[in-house]
């Protein structure tokens, strides 16, 4: 008859197990060496995590992996922890820690923006780490509302949001993806979207294939002309857009976002079927910390 006895604890599961003839064995199961590191960032800035949200953004990073979309990630933000110091950080990597301003919420739901003065500075330069026609971004707003101009994350150059510029938006009953470029043509909506509750994500694979997509599967909208992709060095902002004047190093911060965001990323470009098991992978990471949409 076998026997098992396990304990769980911060750096994983000791296990030992045997039978009733004797010759029992302990076996000690870590958690995935990526999500472990991001825990010690987590704990080295000052911030906590409780066991849940650690086997749940374990079980995120090893979900990511199975279905070969880690690679394709240059900033993840879980948002977990409660606190500043933990939703900063970056589960991808040690690079692209959030700055967050002051004002803002954080909780085990989320972190939420005052949509006034609020943003996160991802640290992460687009024309430095992404490339012109492969890159994505992702929101995962927990918020139902319809502000006039609402930005969950972005960028741009040349004096505001109609050029070079990207970001991710719903406001007004509208979702929008624009793919950094002077053209209007690379920016995809969608009107008559009354609920803004969900995972949104942007995705370019190609100059003349682009998607916006929410909860995995429905196709907001989509444009397969061509254009170039003129990617700039305004640093991407969450809950605002960075109208970076012509090319500054600075931040210039505006459109501040509302939306409570339990999750956002950019990386590499994500096809449907990426976008439909990334989709899959979040909101099963949600469902364990019991605030899915």
Known sequence: MPILISNTGLGGRLKVSGNTTGGFKARYVGFDVDAQAFFSRVTTAGGTLTATEQTAVNTLVVSLKSVGIWTLMKAIYPMVGSS????????KSSSFTGTFSSGWAFASTGVT?????TYMNTDLTPNAILTPASFHLSYYSRTNNNPNIDFDMGSGT???????????RRSN???????????????ISASSQTNSQGFYV???????????IKNGSTTLASS????????????????????????????????????????????DGLDTTQIGNFYTAVQAFQ?????QV
């Open 84 to 91: 500043a110091a933990a939703c900063a950080q970056n589960l």
């Open 113 to 117: 923006p005052d949509g006034a003065s």
């Open 158 to 168: 040349g004096g505001g949001q109609y050029s070079n510029s990207m970001f991710l």
């Open 173 to 187: 009953d509208t979702a929008a993806f624009d793919s950094s470029n002077s053209s209007s043509n690379v920016r």
């Open 202 to 212: 942007g995705s370019i694979t190609s100059t003349s294939n682009r998607i916006l």
């Open 224 to 267: 397969f002309s061509t254009n170039s992709n003129d990617l700039h060095d305004s640093k991407i902002l969450l809950a605002a857009y960075n109208q970076t004047d012509f090319g500054s190093p600075s931040i210039y911060p505006a459109f501040y976002g509302s939306k409570q965001c339990a999750f956002s990323s950019i990386g």
């Open 287 to 291: 469902t364990s910390l019991s605030r």
